[in-house]
Each structure stands twice: as C-alpha cells, then as structure tokens.
C-alpha cells in the first residue's frame, strides 16, 4: 500500500460517525493518503472532530459542505481541493440520495432530486476529475464509485434510487475504456447492506439470516475493498463491478 502515501484522495458523502465514507477516510488515511471529503447536513462540531481526527493520522485534510445537487458542484469541489491540498489522483464517489417511493408515489421531483445526487454529480465529478488529471503530471489515477447491488436484483420501494444508482454501473464500465490509455482505473463496489445509520434492529433481525458469515456488513469492510481498488495493487483492474457483500442471500 506505499502507492497511497502522500497521494490526494476525494470522498463524498462524509456525514457521520458510522457511514461508509467515514470508514473509507480513515482506512485511506491509515496508509498516508491526504483527504478531501465532502458532506451535507451533516453535525458541525461532528465534522470538526473528524478532521482534527485524519489529521492527527499525519495526513493533510479538508473538508467542504456542499449540495451535490448543484449542477457546479464538481468543479466547486475539484477548485477547492487543488487550492487546498493539490491535484488528487484518488476519486470516491460514495454520497447518494435515497427516499422511499414505489410505483404509486414516484413522481418527477422524486426522480429528478435522485437523479441529480446519485447520476448527475457522480458522472460530473468523474469527467472533471479525468479531464484535470490528464493536464497534470499524475501518473495513475483511481475513480471508484459505490453501487447497492442494482445487477443483482430487484428492490421493490425504491425505484428512483434503484434505477439512479443502477446507471452507476453502466457508467462506470464506459468511462472505464475512455480512461484506460491515461492510466486512469474505473471500478464500481456493491457493498450490499450495511450496518450503517440506516438499520434499526428490526432491519437487522431481518437481514441477520441472509448472511451466511454470521453478521451483518460493516462500514469497515466497504473500506478495505475501496483501499485496495485505489492502491497499485489493483492496477490491472478496471470497468469492474465488484460485489463485496459477504455471501449476503437474496430473496
């Protein structure tokens, strides 16, 4: 993992103790990277303690509220990191918008405040962060974008968030072959449920048996597979979607 010493990483969606862009900011951190991560109603004295936190892991750090929702957000992020911190090689696309809906209350604001988190900022953030990396002296980049096991399955409530972050994958597969001749990887990681802010203890009963190692995912575990897809020794990887959800049984 020395690759991730010293290089500049961006994670979006940073916005609490147990989130999944929490654990990916440490786990990068633990092995040198400087961290930009972004976040959006989010506890400020929170967002505080967790800076000085990165940064007491000897990297730099900073931090940036922000709607991703706004149609400029990515160069509003990118503009801030390079002021700040430098050229990042290193993209994490993890924040995402999610309400329930269903066929009989879908309606095109619900669509529309979906698709502007979950596609449009993380496509954005993508090409502005290839198109930057290309002009600079950067040898090797890393985009890695979150999915929830769109391929896999269906889910029934959510089809705004469903069909928002299944383009994700399609997504990234495409932007994947464009990016290769500048050394630029582009992979996707399905977490599969994990035991986030978003569980209560009867979704937990509930998901419990799905599992056949015994527990339910962990932020921590996300992190480990992202740490890996942005370190070199995953530099032969790219357009993949990788499923790291633990045996989790569908159905």
């Known amino acids: 993992m020395n690759y991730l010493q010293g290089k500049i990483a961006i994670v979006t969606g940073v916005s609490g103790e147990k989130e999944i862009g929490t654990a990916i900011c440490r786990k990068l951190a633990s092995y040198g990277t400087n961290i930009f991560f972004t976040h959006w109603n989010s506890n400020h004295d929170w967002i505080i303690n967790f800076r000085q936190e990165i940064e007491n892991m000897n990297v730099l750090c900073g931090e940036m509220k922000i709607d991703l929702s706004d149609a400029n957000a990515a160069c509003t992020i990118l503009n801030r990191v390079s002021d700040k911190l430098g050229e990042p090689s290193i993209l994490v696309n993890n924040a995402a918008h999610s309400t329930s809906d269903g066929y009989l209350q879908l309606d095109a604001k619900t669509l529309d405040q979906h698709y502007a988190v979950n596609m449009r900022a993380t496509f954005l953030l993508s090409v502005e962060f290839a198109r930057r990396f290309k002009k600079s002296n950067l040898q090797s980049g890393r985009i890695i974008n979150i999915t929830s096991g769109q391929d896999l399955g269906p889910m029934p409530g959510e089809l705004a ?32 449920p994990t035991d986030s802010t978003w569980m209560t203890d009867e979704i937990r009963t509930f998901l419990l048996p799905k599992f056949p190692m015994g527990r339910i995912g962990e932020p921590d575990d996300a992190a480990r597979i992202i740490a890996f897809l942005a370190s070199d020794e995953a530099k032969w990887i790219t357009g993949q979607i990788i499923h790291s959800e633990g045996g989790f049984i569908r159905g």
């Open 161 to 192: 968030y469903s069909a928002t972050k299944g383009a994700i994958s399609a997504f990234t597969r495409s932007l994947a072959q464009e990016l290769a001749p500048f050394g630029i990887t582009v992979n996707a990681v399905n977490p599969g």
